[in-house]
């Protein structure tokens, strides 16, 4: 949904000429994010932004429940349990911010807008870095798992990446917002990875064997289709 929006959002500016908004400054030819969704396409930044939110952090909060049910992995102990839900009080700080700045458009409500720009991005970042702290936690003692060693190299990197992409945005904003704009695409499309990196983490449930009493029912019910088949 997320990718979907943004790659709409490029193609229609594109198609419409690359114009220059009334929101964009007078050096600047490259249009941010907002400023395309302070127009005509309003509506699908808004509507892009809300059901982002709701499901990525519907997917944080359900990676968070079944790590401590055990279903994922290993489950974590009493200091993770408080930092998840740290991490998850951060994801709904920055999906607060994101939807926030979709509605306060640049165009009629910079001052706001901007304000939820850096609640959104700080939130999610925050998030990222408490997931951090708990994969590394988790990987320590079971140092073989390579999924825990995959999904810790992943968010690290994110996180590492997108830090250092925000102060290089927060530093050029003002002065060269060509490239505060191109900054600002980059960081969205690699939020898109770090969304789809959750899809990796939540691979073992589709994977971890099922109960002895359910593989009985299921070896049953393999017969009868065998038999019916037959």
């Known amino acids: 949904m ?15 000429g690359h114009p220059k908004y009334y929101s964009m ?36 909060a359900s990676e968070c429940h079944f790590r401590r049910k055990g279903l994922l992995g290993q489950g974590s102990g009493t200091h993770s349990k408080y930092t998840s839900i740290l991490s998850q009080t951060f994801a709904s700080c920055g999906a607060l911010g994101l ?30 870095i408490c997931y951090c702290l708990i994969y590394l936690r988790l990987w320590r003692p079971h140092r073989q798992a390579s999924d825990l060693r995959t ?16 102060v290089a945005f927060a530093s050029l904003m003002d002065t060269k917002r060509n490239a505060a ?25 589709a994977t971890r064997k099922m109960p002895a009493r359910n593989s009985a029912h299921i070896e049953l019910s393999n017969s009868l289709s065998r038999s019916f088949l037959t």
């Not at 997320?2 to 419409?16: R, T, Y």
């Not at 590492?160 to 992409?165: R, T």
Request: net charge negative.
């Open 25 to 60: 400054a007078d050096n600047q030819h490259l249009a941010y994010i907002s400023d395309i969704g302070a127009q005509r396409l309003k509506a699908l930044f808004v509507t892009g932004c809300i059901v982002t939110t709701l499901l990525f952090n519907t997917a944080i």
């Open 99 to 128: 939807i926030l700045l979709s509605i306060f458009d640049t165009a009629n409500h910079e001052t706001a807008h901007n304000v939820f720009l850096f609640i959104f991005i700080l939130g999610y970042l925050a998030s990222a």
């Open 181 to 205: 704009a191109a900054v600002e695409w980059t960081i969205a499309f690699i939020f898109s990875f770090y969304i789809l990196s959750f899809a990796y983490d939540f691979a073992p449930l």
């Open 151 to 166: 999904s810790l190299a992943v968010k690290v990197t994110f996180t590492v990446l997108e830090a250092l992409l925000v």
């Open 2 to 16: 997320w990718s979907g929006m943004l790659i709409g959002m490029l193609v229609a500016w594109f198609s419409d």
